[in-house]
């Protein structure tokens, strides 16, 4: 790949004639920091310019507080139930309903970064309180976030950390809090992890909390990352973060995230973004918005270079099309597709980009869409199809083409593409409802689709 | 076509004037009837239905959209207001002095016929009908089969819309899909004859002597070989094969409907209750030996009386041997369900210390068992969770008290240490057990520990396991209240057979649903039956709370459902009935 010049990069996008502020950059800004909008409001953000969507999108768009109070019923609810696959439900059900789309796609990023899995934790009180967690803190301070999650239940069950005897100590939470936490590897030694370790000592999970076993830790003095002293665990895990190679990893991740799946960006890149990190002293939001406002993320080295997590896939277009369903159903379909939420396959969370898509996971994709489009629990806008796209003022298969490649595509259908899409529907016997939804789904099978 | 549907449907409002008294409905029919239905005063049907209070409740909740489309609904209301128009009468007063004479439908295989038979006051009835004519002509020119008119015998009309033929012969209107039924039934109009016509059904007159057609609202008899012929039973026995619960809950029922030579059904209605009773020919002769589980050795085995303690939401009671039902089920069930069968049959051994368990456990309750499900109380000072489970008892009678008594009580308390020993596992709440001895009972029980204060109240709390010996008397509680209710309640039950009625019935099995009780058990979960309607539908909560309060507020328009199989030495009757709530709305 060409070298991208960091100064330009992270340089505050301004519109011009050849990279304008228009309906395709507007869906590109608001499927990456949520999971889409619908035509109305894509117009309104092309109208307003592009640094007051951005800000809008920063900072405007905070959950109102019976919104915020409705979700805390209902996963109280689910959690009364203990039914761990609703809990997954109520989080798509967030995604879908919530005004704060950045806090939750941040939420989403974390859920992945610290990865916990209920299949093992298997305890729905738990696994939302660490949900709880990394909403609290998505788009705040990630250093208290990586305190608080080291000492979440559901995390050290997750980690076998859950006992950790200073005759014995637990390598295994201190080797992820390096590895995939904070530093990335290649950033520390096996006798960091060793000398970590004992930092952790006397941390154990009893009766779904924390308890901190004075007679279990080893009080002596360690050694790791450049600094030694009689440590207790929250220092370790605060020294762990000011090391220069945190910053560095943590904008790595947010770029790979809310900008381009591949290449890698070169450190060059990242150092102005890691610096803003530690310049903002690891607060989040400042630097999402030093990415949001960049030439990088508005440029062909962002626009259409990542692959949609089936999350993204579907959440996309229940939101782009007011689309109501039987959430239970998609939450499960996620899982088969190997994105469920609370259920991440592995420590590592999800690895996204190409790993999405592969033989058996583009049918899966495919056939996900047709179910959610043609099932009889669904509607768009409480309505059918072709009444919700008639409300928008489009009648024609031609018009619905368009409409639904400036929603839904990163690149922009061609037109000899809409017209072979086009001339397919038109085979479909039957209401002209079919028709659309036939064109629907052959859009969303395709490789544009796929886009984010 | 819906044209010809519409006609079909519409023929229930037209009718002419009364027939002769001799020439009754049974004598118009062929001996090859197979099937009829009658319904004494459709018009009181329809007022009982158009001023009910659960279909008016149905209509102003806007349910009422769902069941009929725009289309449909717009030629309904055009045919209502011409039949207004021509007979000055509001619609359903014209339909009412139409149909005053009954309404008669049968089939008969021999013609492949279907036939409608109508009969009411004259005047009105030839308003309605020529209003329905003007109606049908128009549709039927537009659908390319106009009306077609011919004279047959004796002046009578005989109208044709693509296979349907009717006509009117001294107050009684014919409508039918055979040219040959048709004919017949105007020739006995015309003509009676002495050749036998379905009157002299052997099979029908059996049935009418344990349910006579003229004391319900609707009335149908059917020759049970024409399902039979047409394997209509054969689905069910299918289903059967492969569901333990069901064959056991209707396996005799079904085996006696398809040795029957008739299946009659009879059906009230009005604004206390809807009631179902389909009757069939018994014998014991029909009864194989994998079956006789279900009516016992000399078809005579009668249910225990119901459990009603308080806030009884459902109580069943049923004859069954459980012994042989187990021990026959490779006759019963399909492989698939004998496996799960094998398998279990092992567990439940070594469970209950290496005792055969369909020879020694089963085998030594009595035949017949009582199941209660009521609303879950707690305690003052019991935790009570977010969400309430119903608690429910199983009662049964033990053959051999003594020996069984300790065997239950040792397998009960070795059951309570091994879930204390999985809850532990997995950081789930332990059960403390209690021992409570009085002369009369020996009661054991157990209570889930109080969580720490901040823990969350897991839904475990709903359940106290609790055993109780009382004489002969085994009670199995998923609750310690429960236990103790049905401990106290012992000699209040109300004996389950019926006397006084005009046959000698036994009841085999019964059910009733209470819906207060139902009412107040959802509304307890509400917020959960909220949050569960959010996510199936993405609706917001206030569309949630519309459909859950609508789901309430249904079940509280009804009062009870009952359901009873009962028989007597030659019939037997699966009785349904929804019992509406006195002077609603």
């Known amino acids: 790949m060409n070298h991208i010049d960091p100064a330009w990069a992270w340089s505050t996008f301004q519109p011009t004639n050849r990279r304008p502020w228009n309906l395709t950059q507007a869906a590109h800004l608001y499927r990456r920091t949520g999971f889409g909008v619908r035509r109305g409001e894509l117009q309104r953000a092309v109208a307003g310019g592009v640094q007051r969507c951005v800000k809008q999108v920063l900072h405007d768009n905070q959950e109102p507080q019976s919104f915020h109070d409705e979700m805390t019923r209902m996963t109280r609810s689910i959690v009364a139930s203990g039914n761990l696959q609703s809990l997954a439900t109520a989080?798509?059900?967030?995604?879908?309903?919530?005004?704060?789309?950045?806090?939750?796609?941040?939420?989403?990023?974390?859920?992945?970064?610290?990865?916990?899995?209920?299949?093992?934790?298997?305890?729905?009180?738990?696994?939302?309180?660490?949900?709880?967690?990394?909403?609290?803190?998505?788009?705040?301070?990630f250093g208290e976030m990586v305190q608080e999650i080291s000492q979440n239940p559901a995390m050290l069950l997750y980690l076998d950390s859950a006992n950790?005897?200073?005759?014995?100590?637990?390598?295994?939470?201190?080797?992820?809090?390096?590895?995939?936490?904070?530093?990335?590897?290649?950033?520390?030694?096996?006798?960091?992890?060793?000398?970590?370790?004992?930092?952790?000592?006397?941390?154990?999970?009893?009766?779904?909390?924390?308890?901190?076993?004075?007679?279990?830790?080893?009080?002596?003095?360690?050694?790791?990352?450049?600094?030694?002293?009689?440590?207790?665990?929250?220092?370790?895990?605060?020294?762990?973060?000011?090391?220069?190679?945190?910053?560095?990893?943590?904008?790595?991740?947010?770029?790979?995230?809310?900008?381009?799946?591949?290449?890698?960006?070169?450190?060059?890149?990242?150092?102005?973004?890691?610096?803003?990190?530690?310049?903002?002293?690891?607060?989040?939001?400042?630097?999402?918005?030093?990415?949001?406002?960049?030439?990088?993320?508005?440029?062909?080295?962002?626009?259409?270079?990542?692959?949609?997590?089936?999350?993204?896939?579907?959440?996309?277009?229940?939101?782009?099309?007011?689309?109501?369903?039987?959430?239970?159903?998609?939450?499960?379909?996620?899982?088969?597709?190997?994105?469920?939420?609370?259920?991440?396959p592995n420590v590592k969370g999800w690895d996204g980009g190409r790993t999405w898509i592969n033989s058996s996971t583009l049918l899966g994709r495919s056939n996900l869409m047709h179910e959610l489009i043609h099932s009889e629990n669904t509607t768009f806008d409480n309505k059918s199809l072709q009444a919700h796209l008639q409300n928008n003022r489009i009648h024609s298969l031609a018009q619905a083409a368009t409409y639904f490649s400036d929603l839904f595509c990163a690149v922009p259908l061609a037109d000899n593409t809409k017209d072979q899409l086009i001339a397919s529907a038109q085979k479909e016997t039957g209401h002209t409802d079919q028709q659309f939804k036939s064109l629907l789904h052959q859009i969303v099978s395709l490789p544009q689709f796929q886009l984010g | 076509m819906f044209c010809a549907r519409l006609l079909a449907v519409y023929c229930l409002i037209i009718a002419p004037s009364a027939i002769s008294a001799q020439t009754n409905f049974h004598n118009l029919l062929p001996e090859s009837t197979a099937a009829i239905l009658q319904i004494q005063e459709p018009g009181e049907i329809l007022h009982q239905f158009l001023t009910h209070p659960v279909v008016n409740s149905v209509y102003d909740a806007g349910l009422y959209d769902g069941f009929i489309k725009d289309a449909q609904r717009a030629q309904i209301e055009t045919l209502q207001t011409k039949i207004q128009d021509v007979t000055g009468l509001p619609w359903a007063d014209a339909v009412k002095q139409a149909t005053?004479?009954?309404?008669?439908?049968?089939?008969?295989?021999?013609?492949?016929?279907?036939?409608?038979?109508?009969?009411?006051?004259?005047?009105?009835?030839?308003?309605?009908?020529?209003?329905?004519?003007s109606f049908l002509q128009p549709l039927?020119?537009?659908?390319?089969?106009?009306?077609?008119?011919?004279?047959?015998?004796?002046?009578?009309?005989?109208?044709?819309?693509?296979?349907?033929?009717?006509?009117?012969?001294?107050?009684?209107?014919?409508?039918?899909?055979?040219?040959?039924?048709?004919?017949?039934?105007?020739?006995?109009?015309?003509?009676?004859?002495?050749?036998?016509?379905?009157?002299?059904?052997?099979?029908?007159?059996a049935a009418t002597v344990a349910s006579e057609p003229r004391e319900h609202t609707a009335w149908f008899w059917v020759d049970a070989k024409l399902l039979q012929q047409h394997n209509g039973l054969e689905q069910l026995e299918q289903a059967m094969r492969q569901n333990m619960?069901?064959?056991?809950?209707?396996?005799?029922?079904?085996?006696?409907?398809?040795?029957?030579?008739?299946?009659?059904?009879?059906?009230d209605f009005d604004h206390q209750h809807l009631k179902l009773e389909l009757t069939t020919a018994h014998d014991d002769e029909w009864i194989p030996e994998s079956r006789q589980y279900y009516f016992g050795p000399d078809t005579n085995g009668s249910a225990p009386s119901l459990l009603l303690p308080t806030n009884t939401i459902a109580s069943i009671s049923m004859f069954r041997d459980f012994s042989p039902w187990w021990l026959l089920a490779p006759d019963l069930y399909d492989d698939d369900v004998n496996e799960g069968i094998a398998q279990a049959d092992t567990t439940l051994s070594t469970?209950?210390?290496?005792?055969?368990?369909?020879?020694?456990?089963?085998?030594?309750?009595?035949?017949?068992?009582?199941?209660?499900?009521?609303?879950?109380?707690?305690?003052?000072?019991?935790?009570?969770?977010?969400?309430?489970?119903?608690?429910?008892a199983i009662v049964g009678t033990l053959q051999n008290s003594e020996t069984m008594q300790a065997e239950l009580r040792r397998i009960f308390i070795s059951f309570v240490g091994f879930l204390n020993v999985?809850?532990?596992?997995?950081?789930?709440?332990?059960?403390?057990?209690?021992?409570?001895?009085?002369?009369?009972?020996?009661?054991?029980?157990?209570?889930f520990i109080p969580p720490l204060a901040g823990q969350p109240i897991s839904v475990q709390h709903n359940f106290s396991p609790t055993i109780v010996f009382q004489g002969d008397r085994l009670i199995l509680s998923s609750t310690r209240l429960l236990a103790e209710q049905l401990r106290d309640d012992n000699h209040s039950a109300k004996p389950a057979n019926r006397s006084g009625s005009k046959a000698n019935w036994t009841t085999n099995s019964q059910l009733t649903l209470l819906a207060a009780p139902l009412a107040t058990i959802l509304q307890?979960?509400?917020?959960?039956?909220?949050?569960?309607?959010?996510?199936?539908?993405?609706?917001?909560?206030?569309?949630?709370?519309?459909?859950?309060?609508?789901?309430?507020?249904?079940?509280?328009?009804?009062?009870?459902?009952?359901?009873?199989?009962?028989?007597?030495?030659?019939?037997?009757?699966?009785?349904?009935?929804?019992?509406?709530?006195?002077?609603?709305?």
């Open chain 2, 351 to 392: 469970f209950f210390s290496g005792k055969d368990f369909g020879t020694d456990i089963l085998g030594a309750l009595e035949p017949g068992a009582q199941l209660v499900v009521t609303d879950n109380q707690f305690g003052n000072d019991a935790p009570q969770p977010d969400i309430i489970f119903p608690a429910f």
């Open chain 2, 140 to 205: 039927a020119a537009l659908s390319g089969n106009p009306l077609k008119k011919g004279e047959y015998r004796e002046g009578i009309i005989g109208y044709q819309i693509q296979e349907i033929r009717f006509a009117k012969k001294a107050g009684t209107l014919v409508v039918t899909n055979s040219r040959d039924l048709g004919r017949f039934v105007l020739d006995q109009l015309i003509d009676p004859t002495t050749h036998p016509t379905f009157a002299s059904n052997e099979n029908y007159q």
């Open chain 2, 100 to 133: 005053s004479g009954g309404v008669h439908l049968a089939f008969d295989p021999a013609s492949e016929g279907v036939l409608l038979v109508l009969r009411g006051d004259e005047v009105v009835l030839n308003k309605v009908f020529d209003a329905v004519l």
């Open chain 2, 524 to 585: 307890k979960n509400r917020g959960i039956l909220i949050t569960n309607n959010m996510l199936e539908n993405s609706s917001d909560r206030e569309g949630a709370e519309t459909q859950i309060d609508l789901l309430i507020s249904m079940v509280q328009l009804t009062n009870a459902l009952d359901i009873t199989i009962r028989s007597t030495s030659k019939q037997l009757a699966l009785s349904v009935e929804l019992k509406f709530q006195p002077d609603s709305k």
């Open chain 1, 91 to 141: 989080w798509l059900y967030r995604m879908l309903k919530t005004s704060d789309q950045l806090h939750e796609k941040t939420t989403l990023f974390w859920h992945g970064h610290f990865a916990t899995s209920a299949a093992k934790v298997e305890d729905a009180f738990m696994m939302q309180q660490q949900n709880d967690l990394l909403r609290k803190h998505a788009i705040g301070d």
């Open chain 1, 164 to 344: 950790n005897r200073k005759t014995h100590p637990n390598e295994n939470f201190a080797r992820e809090l390096m590895e995939l936490f904070c530093l990335g590897e290649g950033n520390y030694t096996e006798q960091d992890i060793r000398e970590l370790a004992r930092c952790f000592t006397g941390w154990e999970v009893r009766n779904r909390a924390y308890r901190f076993n004075k007679y279990q830790h080893d009080f002596g003095k360690k050694s790791f990352l450049g600094t030694q002293g009689a440590l207790t665990g929250q220092q370790a895990v605060a020294h762990v973060i000011s090391t220069p190679a945190a910053s560095l990893f943590i904008a790595r991740k947010l770029v790979k995230y809310y900008v381009m799946d591949e290449p890698a960006a070169a450190d060059e890149l990242l150092a102005p973004l890691a610096q803003r990190l530690r310049k903002d002293q690891f607060q989040i939001r400042g630097t999402l918005e030093m990415i949001f406002r960049s030439n990088l993320f508005y440029s062909e080295h962002a626009v259409a270079r990542k692959i949609k997590s089936p999350v993204e896939l579907v959440v996309g277009i229940m939101r782009g099309l007011s689309i109501k369903t039987d959430l239970t159903q998609v939450a499960q379909r996620l899982l088969e597709l190997g994105h469920g939420v609370y259920f991440p």
């Open chain 2, 422 to 447: 999985v809850n532990a596992m997995e950081g789930n709440p332990q059960l403390d057990i209690e021992l409570v001895d009085s002369k009369k009972d020996r009661m054991i029980t157990t209570a």
């Open chain 2, 245 to 267: 619960l069901l064959e056991l809950l209707a396996g005799g029922l079904v085996n006696q409907l398809a040795k029957s030579p008739y299946i009659t059904a009879a059906i």
